[in-house]
């Protein structure tokens, strides 16, 4: 997903020049939402905890989505990136307030360890003026924190696709009234469809059917933490593809963020503790034994 994600920033290079912001998300979550209602018909049926979860973080993604975008228009690019990115930080302090999650100090390491990459990445020093560009992309993060929570709260193995369906609906129904005000323009060039069907096939339906499917498999801050390799995947990209120079802070924000994955997935060794046959197994949380993963940011 961070693969694809990063991808997108290259791709939609061009494609602003023609097409606003709004304009393309609501040409990409059109396209997306088309291709998952058709090519998945039986995803539509779907118990009302599933159409509820995955309609509200749509609309969570959604409004992340057009705020970024939007915010861009008037905010350096570096700048956009590093704050979108601070969900990694809102995720794990957004996920303690509302559902009480005990974060281990590990993670709140790795926390603090992707937040340096990220700058790393994506922040440019002389561009450091707080304005209403910023201030939008600070609250798109904020989004994005919440959709990355609700989600690890309502998806299950069974639900993904239905999951990924109708989260699409709620993005999608975001984005088409955010572009409506201003007239949606519709891709018209082979090069725009090219970018468009890209972005709602392969970023948007594929990656809304991957997330839903992983999230009910891996805990909030630790998707958090791999979904914000999303930079460093850009400055591949971007490096690669773009012709962009390979910098110091580059080569040092990814190692961070790299860092920080290897931290967070790493699970502490588990002590074995001795029990008789006829004794009664230890609590979970009991000196000598260690929560599982599934409780380190989602337990409530």
Known sequence: ???????????TKDA?????????????????LLAFGILMPKAWAADRRTVLGGLLTGVLFGLGQVLQGVGLSSTP???????????????????????????PRRVWMAVIMATLGLAGLALNPSDLSIGIGELLTLASAVCYAGQILVLGRVAAPRTAMSLGLYQTVGAAAVCLIAAAPGGIKVASTPREWLVVLYLGLICTAVVAFLQSWAQ????TTRAAILMCTEPLWGAVFGIGLGGEPLTVSIVLGAAAILAAM?????????HRVAVRPSANRAAPNQPGETARPDELATAS
Do not use: C, E, K
């Open 216 to 219: 009910a498999r891996v805990d």
């Open 1 to 11: 997903m961070a693969v694809m994600w990063g991808s997108t920033l290259i791709v």
């Open 16 to 32: 602003y020049a023609s097409l606003s912001p709004t304009d393309l998300l609501a040409n990409r979550f059109g396209v997306a």
């Open 77 to 103: 690019a570096s700048v956009s990136g590093f704050i979108a990115g601070l969900y990694v930080v809102v995720t794990p302090l957004l996920g303690a307030v509302l559902f009480g999650g005990r974060i």
């Open 262 to 270: 290897v931290l967070v997935v790493h699970q502490p060794r588990r």
